[in-house]
């Protein structure tokens, strides 16, 4: 799951088509051997604007934005991720991290991702 997130966050880049980047989510999902999880699942976008269907995305050729706000969030049946960035030409600005989580690092396309945990109440 978290590699997913990590790959379509990474290439959240200004100059990228958008539908590239869900390309990207989607070729994740099936290194992961998930190769149709992302059809039961809207996975994200752009925030601030009118959400589309997903089948649009796809047809989609509109380049990110400097600076434009994103959240993916892809699933896998029982699980989710979801945080908030930034698309910069350095790569994604997280807006939003963990706090009380616990956490774990993940590393994807040379990007060093810290991500919440699942944590484990007793």
Known sequence: MF???????????PGVPVRDVLQKGIDAYREKEY?????LHHQGG???????GLSSQFQNSDLIQ?????????????T???DTILATSEGPEMITRPIR??????KVK???FIRPAILEKE
Request: glycine share 6%; aromatic share 10%; charged share 15%.
């Open 3 to 13: 590699f997913i997130d990590c790959t379509l966050m990474a290439h959240t880049r």
């Open 35 to 39: 190769p149709d999880e992302w059809k």
């Open 46 to 52: 752009s925030i601030g604007l009118h959400r589309q």
């Open 66 to 78: 400097g600076n434009q706000a994103f959240t993916w969030n892809p699933s896998i049946a029982g």
């Open 80 to 82: 989710k991720s979801e």
């Open 101 to 106: 989580y616990p956490t774990l690092s993940l």
């Open 110 to 112: 040379n990007i060093s």
